[in-house]
């Protein structure tokens, strides 16, 4: 599911089922931790380049443009939600 405006979409904005209501209240940006090694699993220095170079947004009014790929919620109305359920924006 995409968001209606992209990056440029206004915030707060809801996503909702028939029962659940999420709403997004901020974009996240992405800090280095995705970029190192976890277990097995060697570094990889670039994992967030194309964040880098093609989505750069203003996640809070008070800071620059940063690479975000994330959000931060709010569950005002908590409920199940099931593979196939219908979701719209609110």
Known sequence: MIAPAGA???LPL??????????????TP????????????PPV???LRVLADYSRVI??????????AGVYAQVPRPGPIQLGDPVRWA
């Open 8 to 10: 440029g979409t206004t």
């Open 30 to 41: 992405r800090c280095v931790v995705p970029t190192l090694a976890h277990g097995a699993l």
């Open 59 to 68: 996640p809070l009014e008070s800071m620059r443009p940063q690479p975000c």
């Open 45 to 47: 220095a670039a994992a």
């Open 14 to 27: 809801a996503v909702q089922t028939s029962i659940l209501t999420v709403r997004v209240i901020a974009r």
